[in-house]
């Protein structure tokens, strides 16, 4: 049998030798990384996935060897036999695991030739994404991806052997299913068997895992990918992973006490800072008051104070008339900023007009004045109301947002964020987690003109509230709870709804008829009439955590083969034109769109 290895075997990976190997016959095998010719003597730096040893090839031990090595260039494939010696004194590299050694070669195969990469496989090579993504398999044999692929193996090594040890059984659910209405658009598959009907890939395994609990199975889990239609952004992907789990016979506590075991056993398995359970507690509404965002970041202060009651009555009547209206407004004291520019205000002012705020109003607390165009209109009374409530002290800049409280609280939370990165006051070392508790259930969508589910149809109401869902659903607060770490939200889930005719009063409540639940979710509503357990659940989003975990700011450098902001992947050139005879076969037919 030919084999292009010969006798040679791999006996240790590129990162593995060190002093204590000297005199060992070693087979290493990799990619060239440099290569180095010193007075005739060449030096190569071959390198795998664990790391980087050195290997020499030196005329006086072997010319033939050393000759035939003149043709090595940059990516060439090699197979090296040679034996372990320690670096000449003041030649060692202490950047390298292997620094101490290197390998003196007497056998050499070229496995094969590789053409000049598009860019240096280094961490700080400066070269466009795109086409890094172009050449994905070039991009991935850099250190710093190859070590975020291989620390995500181990996290979800680690979360598989947690949840087995707490008796989940993993389970696969379907990627072919039915629409269902889950907050975003669902990518349709055509059916060739069923010609005008189509499958929707999952936005999540939510309606199975359900059924998995009344299928008696109690404890599920699964690491799973999910497809959702949606824009694009530097945490989003078209294509993504959670570790999706539901249980039977539990309340939130329960929930949140696996939740916070399995990331300790993460956290451990990555090497990242111990975390220590359990994890903090803030209600939805009181990280709204003092965050403006319901997945606050909590390594720095900075918080928002809502004074709409001082200036109810001001002669400001931007502030006023807010309130008047059902508005509010709120202030952010950056401190001991009095010094920033009124070009960085406007720049903060642009800013926040991404969140739709229509302007920000400020004032500089100087010694003996406030310098800003709207201080005349505030009374001496308003003023030391304010100066008490926000701390003002001189050196302080004083942030204004006033408008309906989603706005407020949107802009002014970035803009919270956006000060605390840029003044430098977050802790990139620190894991801060809390959980968000009792969010409302639903929220009025001012543009179809009917409520909404905050989080999903089948998240159970507070009990209490339950009356309150024909007179008063936007009172209502469900049984939902995020995980939040440092400003990210990487887990939610819920307690869900297991009787039937609350789930028919919920989803009444969202608009449907019964013609459209019973088309949409009869087979739900049979499943829970045959007895349904108690259940809930939470689903964790594996890139999102493995992003914060790698310490990088995009899902897209943990993600082996990740797709564009426009939810293309540029190396296979995927998405692509189907032939006419595929489409025949479907039954379909394209109609050109003009992009804008």
């Known amino acids: 049998?030919?084999?292009?290895?010969?006798?040679?075997?791999?006996?240790?990976?590129?990162?593995?030798?060190?002093?204590?190997?000297?005199?060992?016959?070693?087979?290493?095998?990799?990619?060239?990384?440099?290569?180095?010719?010193?007075?005739?003597?060449?030096?190569?730096?071959?390198?795998?996935?664990?790391?980087?040893?050195?290997?020499?090839?030196?005329?006086?031990?072997?010319?033939?060897?050393?000759?035939?090595?003149?043709?090595?260039?940059?990516?060439?494939?090699?197979?090296?036999?040679?034996?372990?010696?320690?670096?000449?004194?003041?030649?060692?590299?202490?950047?390298?695991?292997?620094?101490?050694?290197?390998?003196?070669?007497?056998?050499?195969?070229?496995?094969?030739?590789?053409?000049?990469?598009?860019?240096?496989?280094?961490?700080?090579?400066?070269?466009?994404?795109?086409?890094?993504?172009?050449?994905?398999?070039?991009?991935?044999?850099?250190?710093?991806?190859?070590?975020?692929?291989?620390?995500?193996?181990?996290?979800?090594?680690?979360?598989?052997?947690?949840?087995?040890?707490?008796?989940?059984?993993?389970?696969?659910?379907?990627?072919?299913?039915?629409?269902?209405?889950?907050?975003?658009?669902?990518?349709?598959?055509?059916?060739?068997?069923?010609?005008?009907?189509?499958?929707?890939?999952?936005?999540?395994?939510?309606?199975?895992?359900?059924?998995?609990?009344?299928?008696?199975?109690?404890?599920?889990?699964?690491?799973?990918?999910?497809?959702?239609?949606?824009?694009?952004?530097?945490?989003?992907?078209?294509?993504?992973?959670?570790?999706?789990?539901?249980?039977?016979?539990?309340?939130?506590?329960?929930?949140?006490?696996?939740?916070?075991?399995?990331?300790?056993?993460?956290?451990?398995?990555?090497?990242?800072?111990?975390?220590?359970?359990?994890?903090?507690?803030?209600?939805?509404?009181?990280?709204?008051?003092?965050?403006?965002?319901?997945?606050?970041?909590?390594?720095?202060?900075?918080?928002?104070?809502?004074?709409?009651?001082?200036?109810?009555?001001?002669?400001?009547?931007?502030?006023?008339?807010?309130v008047k209206k059902g508005g509010i407004v709120k202030a952010l004291n950056a401190k001991g900023c009095a010094g920033f520019t009124r070009k960085q205000i406007d720049d903060f002012t642009d800013f926040v007009a991404v969140y739709r705020a229509r302007g920000l109003a400020w004032i500089r607390v100087k010694e003996d004045e406030w310098q800003s165009p709207i201080t005349k209109f505030f009374s001496e009374e308003e003023k030391q109301a304010m100066a008490a409530r926000l701390d003002m002290q001189p050196g302080d800049l004083v942030f204004f947002g006033a408008d309906q409280p989603g706005i407020v609280n949107e802009s002014l939370g970035q803009l919270r964020n956006h000060l605390g990165k840029k003044l430098g006051l977050i802790d990139e070392n620190a894991y801060e987690f809390v959980w968000i508790t009792d969010f409302p259930m639903f929220e009025y969508d001012e543009t179809e003109k009917r409520y909404q589910a905050l989080h999903h149809p089948f998240t159970a109401p507070a009990e209490k509230d339950l009356e309150k869902l024909a007179s008063d659903p936007v009172g209502m607060r469900s049984r939902a709870y995020d995980l939040v770490l440092n400003g990210s939200e990487i887990g939610g889930g819920s307690i869900r709804i297991h009787q039937k005719d609350v789930q028919v009063r919920v989803l009444e409540a969202l608009g449907m008829d019964r013609a459209e639940y019973e088309e949409k979710f009869g087979f739900l509503l049979s499943a829970l009439d045959s007895g349904a357990p108690p259940h809930g659940g939470i689903a964790f989003g594996f890139d999102r955590l493995m992003t914060i975990l790698c310490n990088t700011s995009s899902i897209r450098e943990v993600i082996a083969f990740p797709k564009t902001q426009k939810g293309a992947c540029l190396m296979t050139a995927a998405p692509a034109s189907a032939t006419a005879a595929q489409l025949g076969e479907l039954g379909l037919k394209v109609r050109r769109v003009e992009q804008s």
């Open 1 to 322: 049998m030919n084999d292009t290895l010969g006798d040679m075997r791999r006996s240790h990976h590129c990162n593995a030798l060190g002093a204590a190997d000297t005199g060992a016959q070693v087979v290493l095998m990799g990619w060239v990384q440099r290569r180095r010719d010193h007075g005739g003597v060449i030096f190569i730096d071959l390198r795998d996935r664990e790391g980087i040893t050195q290997v020499v090839f030196n005329p006086d031990r072997n010319a033939a060897v050393h000759e035939k090595a003149h043709a090595i260039r940059s990516e060439y494939v090699l197979a090296v036999r040679g034996v372990v010696e320690k670096r000449p004194e003041g030649m060692t590299n202490p950047a390298l695991a292997t620094g101490e050694i290197e390998v003196m070669v007497s056998e050499l195969k070229i496995l094969n030739r590789a053409q000049t990469p598009p860019f240096m496989i280094e961490d700080q090579v400066d070269v466009n994404e795109n086409t890094r993504l172009a050449s994905r398999h070039i991009d991935l044999r850099r250190p710093s991806l190859q070590s975020n692929i291989m620390m995500r193996h181990r996290a979800a090594a680690a979360a598989r052997r947690y949840l087995n040890d707490q008796g989940f059984l993993d389970i696969e659910t379907p990627f072919l299913t039915r629409s269902t209405p889950e907050g975003a658009r669902d990518y349709l598959v055509p059916s060739r068997l069923n010609p005008g009907s189509f499958y929707a890939l999952p936005q999540s395994p939510q309606l199975f895992k359900q059924l998995l609990m009344i299928s008696g199975f109690d404890r599920y889990y699964q690491i799973v990918h999910c497809f959702r239609d949606e824009d694009l952004r530097a945490d989003r992907q078209p294509e993504f992973t959670q570790i999706d789990m539901e249980m039977s016979f539990v309340g939130e506590e329960d929930i949140m006490a696996v939740s916070e075991g399995l990331i300790s056993s993460v956290f451990q398995e990555v090497g990242r800072a111990a975390v220590s359970p359990p994890f903090a507690r803030m209600t939805y509404q009181e990280a709204m008051e003092r965050y403006g965002l319901d997945r606050p970041d909590t390594r720095f202060g900075l918080e928002l104070c809502d004074i709409s009651d001082i200036v109810a009555a001001s002669g400001f009547h931007l502030f006023s008339n807010t």
